[in-house]
């Protein structure tokens, strides 16, 4: 009891010692209650405030939802005259919205262009293995329908039957067509052009060609060793886009049957006219015979 006095000092201790301990760790845990009700009021009110703006987001987006769903749902309007005008404009700023696309995305290409006041100038360069050819130009004019204005594209090219294919449905279709035609048309007239000026010491005669360059016949000269033999070829480019020949026809004139090893230097030249530039197809002959003239002489 001495001890229990001890603790209550002045007067008497009701419950002894831990009922004075259990009132203690009451006190203590009021105190701490009450230190912790700030931390907790502003982590609430912080809550709150996050919640509101969350609510108010939810709601625009609600309204939001809602008007599209209005506008979506909203009946068609009576045929109006002014309104048929303004789809009319729309549909022809979209066509000059691609056209400007086209000329940018053909800055890099053998197509290039000129925006005008009636609509578009194209400029279709040609190119041969790296070589700058010819170059054409189709005037359109953006409106319905599309239509070409004028042109410089040689009257033997199909223009009219690519634009009706793919002019009003397509326009880079049209473009790329064209310039599939007008480029294989150049690269034929390029090889015929460089074989009647670089080899016409080879040529035994004139090289006969149509205006479109899609047949060629001439006669040609081929020497093996001390001997010169003649050949006859005849081109035939079937597909118009292509600048090698689908056909290949080579004879020896005045000669029936060839020995087998000649037979086997036509069928030779025939693959080579086939796989290779007309004109490098003659290189190919001149260094076979040099390279046989330097074995002679050594």
């Known amino acids: 009891m001495e001890s229990a006095n001890t603790l209550c000092p002045g007067r008497k201790c009701k419950g002894g010692v831990l009922a004075h301990l259990e009132r203690l760790e009451a006190q203590t845990n009021i105190s701490n209650r009450k230190s912790e009700e700030p931390t907790v009021r502003k982590k609430e009110s912080s809550l709150r405030t996050k919640i509101r703006e969350l609510q108010q987001q939810r709601d625009k987006l609600r309204a939001e939802v809602k008007q599209w769903r209005a506008r979506v749902k909203e009946p068609p309007a009576k045929e109006d ?26 800055r890099f290409t053998g ?38 204005h004028h042109h410089s594209v040689p009257v033997f090219i199909p223009l009219e039957k690519i634009a009706a294919a793919h002019l009003q449905t397509d326009v880079q279709r049209f473009l790329f067509s064209l310039w599939e035609y007008l480029n294989a048309y150049s690269g034929r007239k390029y090889q015929a052009d460089q074989l009647e000026s670089d080899f016409c010491d080879v040529l035994t005669g004139p090289l006969q060609r149509n205006a479109l360059c899609n047949l060629l016949s001439f006669t040609y000269k081929v020497e093996q060793g001390c001997q010169t033999f003649s050949f006859s070829a005849r081109l035939l480019y079937e597909d118009p886009t292509a600048a090698l020949p689908t056909n290949v026809t080579v004879t ?43 074995n002679l002489v050594s």
């Open 111 to 148: 197509l290039s262009g000129k925006l005008t006041s009636r609509g578009v100038c194209m400029c279709i360069s040609t190119a041969f293995e790296g070589n700058l050819l010819d170059s054409y130009f189709v005037d359109l004019v953006i409106e319905k329908p599309l239509r070409i």
């Open 81 to 106: 005259p002014s309104r048929t005008v303004i789809s009319e404009q729309e549909v022809l700023e979209r066509e000059w919205r691609n056209v400007e696309a086209i000329l940018e995305a053909y």
């Open 252 to 294: 020896r004139p005045g000669v029936e049957a060839s020995s087998p090893p000649w037979e086997e230097h036509r069928a030779s030249h025939q693959m080579l006219f086939r796989t290779k530039p007309l004109h490098k197809v003659f290189a190919s002959f001149s260094k076979e015979t040099e390279k046989l003239h330097l």
